[in-house]
């Protein structure tokens, strides 16, 4: 009987013709089903990948930076972060090139390792160039990792470190090498006076990478490994047929002593990082944060009478204000920046109990403690980086002027003068200034005096506060009546003790107001400590403007 599901089911297909005495062939056995995933597998894999990034790309590569004397990057990063505490971002990040064999030779990481971690505790990031990789050279990929570490310094409001050890632009990837430069360049510009940027130098930083470091707070390198020049002793023969070895060109002590570039050299890369991470505990994260206080054993009202001692009442004599300094500072401790340049003038951070204090001090065993343009430079530089980090400044004056001669005045005395004076001027933080003896002239006026802005001004009893020296205003003064005396030399003696008596008594600039109040030495760090904690409060606004016109 058919039934309505045989009229709806179709018919099967007819099948195939068989050739005739032609076997059918079996059915062809399923492919095996791939295995289920195993994230233990897949971890454990993962480790073993991270593994040999760390490592690197070749052991003999390792005992060639080691011979040089220098750490691989992670060995370095070790050093500088709290131990166990370091986070890598993009270790498997590979470039994208081809051309030159750059397609056959693609490894992880890229020659640079970045990333974040703690530094006494406190959230910093790093990048570290990793010289066994492309020589640490800077290709696309290599610079997006540094701008990504940039990016998140700048976000999180931490500060930044950079271990530069390569050889410049990847020359293989061209003008995309130039431009991941010029990205760097314009974060460090955008992070400057916002968060601290630190770049340590430890190997090769040539032609543009050199720009990095120059736009940053502070330069770290570490003598015979480290070097940093625009153009090479090759090039400079070629040009000028001067020969030059790479560390007389750009070597730790060339631009810590003489071009004032580097602000701290070392013998070794362990001492360098540890100083590192010494001023790092000196430095708030950002720029709307204060300085991290540390308190120690020394108390706030320990009497300084030693100061007494260490500085001589004869104006004309030497000392060496640093231990003036170290007599003032919580346990002696002083980090000096920019030591050997510029040794008129001292500058560097300290603490007072247990707050970070900017210190810039004249230098008499230097020059007499002169201002000469170096001298300006350097502590134009410190007075801006501590306004911009919120560490008050002291000044200590001992300053019998600028340096007179035709080579300062020609090579711009003036301008680079102005350059303190206007960051004096244009600083918002807490100011105190201590006239220990000497205090003349424009010199006196730069070196943070009341009228440029000085929250307070102190002074102790051997003070000269005054246009110049005795000797030379009586010479001005007097020139006539000197002159005509029968004896000059005496007559110019009783003129100088009138006149130094008269305008130059210690309580002169007392009595007009010029000075808040001249103290005993032995009260110096008493004193300045409660002053320091009265202004720790102060809010200072400048004008609306976009910014000023530096006399750069």
Known sequence: MTTLDDHLTPPPPPSAPRAPGRPVPPAAPAAPAPPAPDLRRAAAELRRLKEEVGRGPDPAATRRQHARGKLTAHERLDVLFDEGTFTEIEPLRRHRASGFGLEDRRPHGDGVVAGWGLVHGRTVFAYAHDFRVFAGALGEAHAEKVHKVMDLALSAGAPLVGLNDGAGARIQE????????????????????????????????????????????????????????????????????????????????????????????????????????????????????????????????????????????????????????????????????????????????????????????????????VLDIHASEKAARHVSVCDAFNIPLLTLVDVPGFLPGVDQEHDGVIRHGAKLL???????????????????????????????????????????????????????????????????????????????????????????????????????????????????????????????????
């Open 174 to 369: 061209g003008v995309t090498a130039l431009a991941g430069y010029g990205g760097i360049f314009r974060r460090n510009a955008a992070a400057s006076g916002v968060i601290p940027q630190i770049s340590v130098i430890l190997g090769p930083c040539a032609g543009g990478a050199a720009y990095s470091p120059a736009l940053t707070d502070f330069v770290f390198m570490v003598r015979e490994t480290a070097q940093m020049f625009l153009t090479g002793p090759d090039v400079v023969h070629a040009v000028t047929g001067e020969r030059v070895t790479h560390d007389e060109l750009g070597g730790a002590d060339v631009h810590a002593r003489v071009s004032g570039v580097a602000g701290f050299a070392y013998d070794d890369e362990t001492e360098c990082l540890e100083d590192v991470r010494f001023l790092l505990s000196m430095l708030p994260s950002n720029n709307r944060e204060l300085p991290p206080a540390a308190h120690g054993d020394d108390t706030p009202d320990r009497h300084t009478g030693a100061l007494a001692e260490l500085v001589p009442a004869d104006p004309a004599q030497g000392y060496d204000v640093r231990e003036v300094v170290a007599e003032i500072a919580d346990d002696g401790e002083f980090l000096e920046v920019h030591e050997a340049w510029a040794p008129n003038v001292v500058c560097g951070l300290a603490r007072l109990d247990g707050q970070v204090v900017g210190i810039v001090a004249s230098q008499p065993a230097a020059l007499a403690g």
């Open 422 to 552: 206007y960051a004096y001027c244009n600083a918002t933080v807490p100011r105190i200034s201590l006239v220990l003896r000497k205090a003349y002239g424009g010199a006196y006026i730069v070196m943070d005096s009341r009228s440029i802005g000085a929250d307070l001004s102190f002074a102790w009893p051997v003070n000269e506060i005054a246009v110049m020296g005795a000797e030379g205003a009586a010479g001005v003064v007097f020139r006539r009546e000197i002159a005509a005396s029968d004896d000059p030399e005496a007559t110019r003696a009783r003129l100088v003790k009138e006149y130094r008596a008269e305008l130059m008594h210690p309580y002169y600039a007392a009595e007009r107001g010029l000075v808040d109040d001249v103290i005993e030495p032995g009260e110096t760090r008493r004193v300045l400590i409660r002053s320091l904690a009265m202004l720790r409060g102060k809010h200072a606004e400048l004008p609306a403007r976009k910014h000023g016109n530096v006399p750069l």
